[in-house]
Structure formats: C-alpha cells, structure tokens
C-alpha cells in the first residue's frame, strides 16, 4: 500500500480498484490474490474518510480467506465504527 502510505489516497483508490479489476478476470472472484485487492481497496477507502464504502470489500475479502484474518477483522471493525454502525460483528 504504497500509494495509501504516501497519503495519495485518491490515486491508491484508483489503483487498487484497476487491480481488483484484473485479479477478478484474471483468477475469478475466489482467488487470494482477488482478497488482497479487496483488503487494499477496502483499507484505501476506510483511510481516505469512506469508511462505509470500504466495509462490503473488507467483508468480502473474509469471505475469501483466512489469511490474516484477525487483522482484517480489525480493520472491518474499525471501518464499521467510523460509518456508525455499531453492530461490530465477527
């Protein structure tokens, strides 16, 4: 998450939404490499103030794998408090 890092949030967005783009075509929606996309998407959005954007992408990547699963948890956690839902489901 380079771009995220670099606070150029709008061009991370973009970026990881065209990558998303191509992971999906590329491996269909199930691959890992599908879920590392949705987790930048979903952490680009939740870092650039669209926390609520950010959850269904977050939610998705669970979906996906398990892979770093408690971070990710986290994450959607975090991203669900500052849209104001506060059911904070595991």
């Given at each position: 998450m380079y771009l995220a890092g670099r606070v150029?949030?709008?061009?991370?967005?973009?970026?990881?939404?065209?990558?998303?783009?191509?992971?999906e075509a590329a491996y269909g929606p199930d691959h890992p490499d599908v879920g590392r996309s949705l987790n930048n998407l979903g952490n680009a959005l939740r870092l650039s103030g669209h926390p609520s954007d950010a959850i269904?992408?977050?939610?998705?990547?669970?979906?996906?794998?398990?892979?770093?699963?408690?971070?990710v948890k986290q994450e959607l956690k975090t991203a669900k408090r500052m849209a104001g839902d506060g059911s904070n489901s595991d």
């Open positions: 150029e949030l709008a061009a991370a967005r973009a970026s990881f939404e065209r990558a998303l783009a191509i992971d269904p992408y977050l939610e998705e990547r669970l979906r996906i794998s398990d892979y770093k699963r408690g971070v």
